[in-house]
């Protein structure tokens, strides 16, 4: 007795091991270096917000409400930084681990449970996805704790477990709409099973009661907080989607007139980026994340074959108690699964959630073949199938550790292998070793230098990791803009005219430019102040544009003639709509350096500057 007690021990030590060093490692990375968009940005507002900011007024948070108020959290704890809301989204994913290893062992046993806490761990901190996606790790970390608690609650009937499943399933779409897809399952499989003989009616009746008191305890607090602000709504905080969706329904439903809405996010990028341009990216992840895929994709046909022969058969093969949940883990993968397609953008991290519900899923494979060589008559044989799978999912999964050659988000091909674990951790060292900074790096630490703490700073398009690191505020409420493509020139002409007002009301004593593409990327940066190539207007040189009128005015109408040749005339209308704010720059700021792609400019009628770096 002692000698297997011993035993247990040992097992459940070493899967911790082997789940700990890849989570360890890829927090590691996460950490280093600091993320300079989407994170920086919620990290922003949520600083602002802290220190008296009106939403609204002196703030526009472009992050949910999930991502806003953990952030929040986050820079409560650990200050105007990065380590505290990285802290806070590490902790949650490692609870969300421990609950999923304790949820696969109590359905399926001891061995799936451990391979699929390995798989998850491995695949949630690989690298190539798990950069600057706090939003899309605690959408898929709630996911987590909100299935692992359900499981828990159908196998104990321990009804604080339901409220705890609501409650945090709840939390999900709060990061990220994306995160319906677990309530989704769950939501399905509670209903289906009354029809599939499984429970019966009031036990269903139940089942739902107690999940939606979960969702109110965990809702209800931020209904009420927001209701108390003077500067927020409810509308449009909490569930968005839900609210939009709501209001089409009831305007087709009356027959309402509904005023016409602009092409947003999702419907704008899709007009300028073709179902065609995006399959082979989205088919290129698949094929990265080939062993979760494989996995979920085996289990799913397993339970399909043991379904048809228990038909034909008359039921001589034993159902499993694990066996009517591949219903839930299976809906809630393919749905993770085709979420990935909703945005042609196809950034690395919408490819994370699919790797913990096929993790779950594939411990049913896992389950299966560990009863068959439980009652084997020749276990060597089913050993040996044992020792063959093993080996042929390292071989699936060798690439996220060494690399991969190419990085489909951009058809980027590396000269190297890239974003695996061991390249990525030699980046590291080296970067903590020869103090590297990246760019954007240094022109944060530029700035902070050589401003005092109560002056402006504006981040032309998107990197607010420089407002972090300069640890200065923007005029602009939306400290960064990225959407310059999927909307209209006349849209974006209201922003260039928002942004231009409100830097003349406050000028920033600095301006970057970080001449940043954005989607679809083979369009030019829209510039603040152009530069002019080699060869083009006579130019002997690689320059910035001179400060002559009749040079500007020549260069206006080549580079306008080259925009309508090449992109059309919409793209010949935004950067006619730039051109109040690149006069605002050009007349009333001076090129100080230029670090990387990125152009900083002073304001010159500012202060003189101190301790100008050589």
Known sequence: MDRKSSNSKLFFIIIAIMAAVPFLVGKYIEFNPPSPYDLSETIYSANRILDGAKIGVDIRPSARLGSLLLTMLGVWVGGYGYIGPKLMQTILQAYALVLMFIAMYKLFGKWPAAVGVIVASVYLCFPLINVDNFKDQCT???????????????????????????????????????????????GLFVALQPILKNNKWKKTGVDF???????????????????????????????????????????????????????????????IWSFSKQWPAILHYYKIFILPITLALIAIVLRIARLMFRTFLKGKIELKTYDRFVLLFAVWWILDMAFAWISPRSYPYYYIPLNASAAMLGGYLIAIYFDKLKNAVHKVKWQMIGVLGLLVMVLMSWHIFIGVRAYPYRGKVFKKRGGGYARRLVEVYIRRRDSLREPWERAGEYIRVHTDPTEKIYVWTFLPGINIIAQRHSPDPEVCRSEMYPYSPDMFSGMIDEITNFLEKQPPKFIVDCRKRHFPWERPPLELWPRIKKGFLGAGKNQFLPLDKDVIERYNKSWAHELRKHFGEDEVSRYEAMKPFREFVMRNYRIVKVFGPHVLFELKNSSPIQNQEK
Request: charged share 15%; aromatic share 18%.
């Open 209 to 271: 009661f107690l999940l939606l008191l979960g969702v109110v305890l965990a809702i209800g607090p931020l209904w009420v907080w927001i209701e108390a602000r003077e500067d927020m709504q409810v509308r449009g905080w909490i569930y968005p989607e839900v609210w939009r969706l709501t209001e089409k329904v009831f305007a087709a439903f009356f027959n309402i007139q509904r005023a016409e809405v602009p092409l947003g996010y999702i419907s704008g990028s899709r007009e």
């Open 140 to 186: 898929t970390t709630f996911m987590m704790i909100g299935v692992s608690f359900f499981v828990l609650y159908q196998l104990s009937n321990r009804w604080q477990y339901a409220i705890l499943s609501g409650a945090c399933l709840s939390w999900a779409p709060l990061f990220k709409a994306t995160g319906f897809s677990a309530s989704f399952a769950i």
